[in-house]
């Protein structure tokens, strides 16, 4: 909201974006109140889903978190991704600065 009053473009973006869905979710919701009240699914959790274990499936989830920490480590160094999608490197555009 700051960065909105000092008219930056992005944060402009942004609030419209939060009233335009607000907007749009109030003008569809007669369309699908009739689904949405239907009936309860109860608790719906990963493991009931998934029909496993809750250990299997909090271990699946460490899991990803870890591979996508490691990803985004790589994307960001030996990989260079960063520097092949943009064309210079995240140091040059200040991106990690303390």
Do not use: Q
Request: hydrophobic share 55%.
């Amino acid at each position: 909201m700051v960065y909105a009053l000092g008219l930056e473009l992005d944060a402009l973006f942004y609030i419209l974006g939060i009233f335009g869905g607000i907007f749009l979710f109030g003008v569809t919701v007669p369309g699908f109140a009739k689904f949405n009240l239907s009936g309860a699914f109860g608790s719906l959790t990963l493991p009931v889903w998934l029909n496993l274990n809750t250990g299997i499936v909090a271990l699946a989830v460490v899991i990803m978190a870890v591979g996508a920490f490691w990803a985004g480590e790589k994307c960001e160094g030996k990989w260079n991704l960063f520097a092949r999608v943009y064309g210079r490197s995240s140091k040059e555009m200040n991106c990690h600065e303390s």
